[in-house]
């Protein structure tokens, strides 16, 4: 049974909001590819769209855009999602996931593309609590 942490932004704010999601909810992140659109139903975004934007396993190895399936794989990387040169020119070989969801991924990475009003309201977690 798949579990994750689904992590989601608010692009308008800048903030993120992180919710735990199992059984049936997490079905519906399952075999979808980074770029795909969720409803948001799945995290307590009722009437939202979810774009998923990126995501790791449980070791921490991201998930890569042009990497096909779920799999992990070594690439040689310039820059990018999981390697960041310090120096011109700079290679390094590293181990990714590939772009599909699947049991393996531990989080996930969203952002909102379709909202009326603020995440933060929804979820429960606005600054008038305090």
Request: net charge negative; hydrophobic share 30%; glycine share 14%.
């Given at each position: 049974?798949?579990?994750?942490t689904v992590v989601?932004a608010?692009?308008?704010?800048g903030?993120t ?11 519906r992140?399952v075999?979808r590819d ?6 948001g139903?799945a ?10 934007t ?6 921490g190895r991201?998930?890569r855009?042009?990497v ?7 690439m040689?990387l310039d820059g990018?999602v999981?390697?960041?040169p310090s120096?011109?020119?700079e ?9 599909k969801v699947?049991?393996e991924?531990?989080q996930?990475?969203?952002k ?7 995440v ?7 600054d008038?609590d305090?």
């Amino acid at each position: 049974m798949a579990d994750f942490t689904v992590v989601v932004a608010d692009p308008e704010d800048g903030s993120t909001y992180q919710q735990d999601v199992d059984g049936q909810d997490a079905n519906r992140f399952v075999g979808r590819d980074i770029g795909e659109e969720v409803d948001g139903g799945a995290v307590g975004l009722d009437g939202y769209t979810l774009e998923i934007t990126g995501g790791s396993d449980e070791t921490g190895r991201p998930m890569r855009e042009n990497v096909p399936g779920s799999n992990i794989k070594e690439m040689l990387l310039d820059g990018g999602v999981g390697f960041e040169p310090s120096r011109d020119g700079e290679r390094k070989r590293i181990t990714v996931r590939g772009r599909k969801v699947s049991d393996e991924t531990a989080q996930i990475n969203a952002k909102v593309t379709d909202s009326d009003e603020g995440v933060a309201e929804i979820l429960g977690e606005s600054d008038d609590d305090e």
